[in-house]
């Protein structure tokens, strides 16, 4: 029947009046009619009159209530009341039979029987989470089901005993596995009441947060993945209300669990990021109940995102989650099954095992978390090595179920096992493997964030069938399972570029080298992610390991099958990615801005905030990165800017050859060669057969030894004698195997008065050895060896890419440019002392002269002077030491008074007019080998930073040798004109040259000056 509301109004008024007389069994009695009329306060009246009577000091005094119905609903309210205070489980058990009592023995026209019929509904849920048993649930479901039929439409209570329905459903379907039961709900009950008018705003969201557990509970253990897209939107809707209302854990829970599973099904990092969000600006649970829901739903968010960024970090956060949950379960009800399963999600060891094993005990046989916890017992009985049992207990699980994210995770865990299981005594079936990876890839959409993992799997399980049959066929599909791995977007990308590797093995292998160029492409793509900015360096460092050497594969299958210029473009789309994209988040936009001025400014300002790292916090840079990785997307929608920041074509990288010709020294297990990029854009490849992977690293490794070993205090002579040696064998292997037979292609004498440019981009190890100085040198005064190389036959620089020397050349040298020279005898951390400093600093004074000078110079030299001072020199000049850390070699740079500048901190630095820079410090430009092609040095790091020349060193140099050449090298810029940087390198070709003059038979004194740029 509709609502009375001048009824109920004069229903509710005879209460408050009666209450006013302390006539409190009357006060009941009309608080209930306006109630049962629909009254939207009644019912906290007479909750006060229940739950507050007897206690001292309240102005609700004991009473005794008229009919018996009532005064037993009374009696169960206090014992009810007396249990949240104690938690004595009989209490709560006096509570359920009174209450029971209560509504059998209230007459259906009693206007209080629709309380008592919401308070039974209410305790016995809380008796069920308490005990997890059965029979409570099924009751309370039928209590609510009766306790929503009895309130009339429009009734204030609907829309709170619609969402206590949904909710009960919800957890029956859970316990039982029972969907066409919840969706029933749902669908006839729970979605048309949203449609009611009125109600409480916090009962709407309440509601809203059901409907949004129910559908996503419903979409997480059923193909039914669109449910995910509605959930998603009631739950943000009731997180809005109650935000409105004070916040609400339970609804931001909800909404974070729907937004997981949409996020994993979607491979989508805004969804896990928004759930990450939405739980973090949770407020603290009542209880341990609450709290400990909302850690687990917070440590499968973080781990879900570790997953598919490959974010330390979050690895990191969700462990503290999982401690965080470990505590509030000591303080959560014991006897509900799901505290077990939550038990067994952070168990580890064997305690895993036992964890696991009683979670399965405590669920009943249809419950949806079985195969999930089946899952993680497998696991656990794995990593005790107990693979058999591992093996029967997954099959088991995954035998049972039928679809849904259970038949991912249940066949994706047997598919793992089942690799190499015949190994530890497991007998495996024909063809299981390949059946559990298969059912797990049709159980999920193409852009599940594991579809790239179970296709890899799928293609193991064909492989290994091939290899025991030899049927094409199977090798096929597995090449066609690896390339849809790959392609996977929702994958995570350390997934997909496993994948894609893995598939250039095999049609490598089939003999199919164009397929093989394909998925190395796809690879080296991918690899380009890893710079991307929302990774930790670290994470980048650690991500770009496994495919460090793609691009190298690519070129050599590029140069294989006759395509020099892609070869060029792999290269340089797979090499420096981690200063790549510092360099994008440094683009030019003044393209961009002329064509979207407002899109330009908030790439700017989104560059801007990323580049102050420290400001940031973690969530705050996520966010950021993937609104700048959003923003580029929709710029390059526009076809006029298509290319916008991507990796640049060939016909924009030949011009670093306008000056001379620039060689890329390709080292794969492919093929080893020389690529040409000749001026006009034209290229040729120079075959080195002397050249492989091995023979290379065991040059770089015994010459990196000899040299450290000589750098060591206190090296003795013959050390150092070794160290000498070693060098000219490398210079001499390095002269046979590449640098002749490139002059020889080039059809350059070896010697010339006016040798001409030439640049040398190499990869692998060799970017640790000094190309620029190969060649044959007398080891002896008394040595009849006539000197031969590449100094007497040309001018070498370096570049670590070709677009960096393309961006350089477009660049003009400063005019009448100031220096500034940053100087430190001492550090006084340990560091040798350098007292030919103060020698090279009045050598540049006496050279540039005063005006042009600016000096830091020993307390002076300090990080953030340097800081403050370079944007205004073109040039700078650092005579200090240089720092190398082999392990983490992002934090290398130079030593300064108050610590290091490290190669961040310089990159990060914004030069726009900077032009030069001498490195008169140890080891500027050596790799530390951990990605040699990345580059990751000072000399690169200042390149970023705006320099276009920068001269710098590939090992420790002597005090004196280092003077020699500054001086020698700053009087040859020195023009009519004013100092010029136009002919840094050949400035610094002649200095060394001259210090060679004088110590012609110990390379190891000249050779470590090298030049990067123009």
Partial sequence: MPVDEDTYDDFYRRGVRAVGREQYAEAFYWFSRAHAAGHPEAADLIYQLLHTAGEPGDPFVVWQPTTEPVALYAAAARAYREFTATGDLDLLDRSVALNWESVRSAPPGLPARTLMLASLRDVLRDRYDQRGRLTDLTEALGVAHEALDVLPGGHCARLKATQLLIALERARYEAIGDADSLRTAVEGIGRPALAQSGGAPGDRAALESSLCGALSSLARHTDEVPLLDEAVDLGRDAVGRTTAAGPDVVSRNNLATALIAR??????????????????????????????????????????????????ADERDAKAAEEYLKETLRRAPTGHPNRR????????????VEAARRALDALPPAHVERPFVAARLAQALADAGQRSEAVEVVRKAAALVTGGRAAVDANRVLGKLLMGADEHGVVVHEGEMLDAFTTAAEACAKTDYVYAEVKTGQAVALLDRFHHGEDASDRQEAVAALRAAAEADGSSVQDRLFAARCWAGIAMEAGDRADALVAARAAVTLLREFGWAGLDRDDQVQSIQDGKAMPREAAALAIDTGQPELAVELLEQGRSVLWTSTLHLRGDLAALAAHDPARAAELEQVRATLNEKDRLGEEERLRLARRWQQLVREVRESEEFAGFLGPPAFDELAPAAAEGPVVIVNISTIRCDAILVLPGGKTDVVKLPGVDVPGIDTVANTYLHALAAAAEPGATFLVREDARHTVHDTLEWLWDHIARPVLDRLAWPTESTDPPRLWWCPTASLTVLPLHAAGRYPRAADDPTEPVGLPYAAVSSYTTTLSALVDARQRAAAVDPTLLAVALTDTERGHAVLPGVAEELRALDEILGRRRLTVLAEDEATSAAVRRQLPAHPWAHFACHGWLDMTAPASSGLCLRDGDLNLLDIADLRLDTADLAFLSACQTRLDAGQLPDEAVHTAAALRIAGFRHVVATLWSISDQAALQVAAAFYRRLDGSDGPNSADAAR???????????????????????VHDGP
């Fill in 341 to 352: 399963v939550q038990e067994a999600a952070v168990a580890h060891g064997e305690a895993g």
């Fill in 263 to 312: 996020g994993t099904r979607r491979g989508s990092l805004d969804d896990l990021n928004s759930a990450i969000e939405v739980l973090r600006a949770a407020p603290a649970a009542d209880d341990a109940q609450r709290a400990s829901e909302v850690a687990t739903t917070l440590m499968a968010a973080l781990r879900a995102r570790a997953e598919l960024t490959g974010r330390a």
């Fill in 987 to 1009: 400035a610094l070709h002649h200095a060394v040259g001259e210090l060679r003059a004088r110590h012609p038979t110990d390379p190891t004194l000249w050779v470590p000056f």
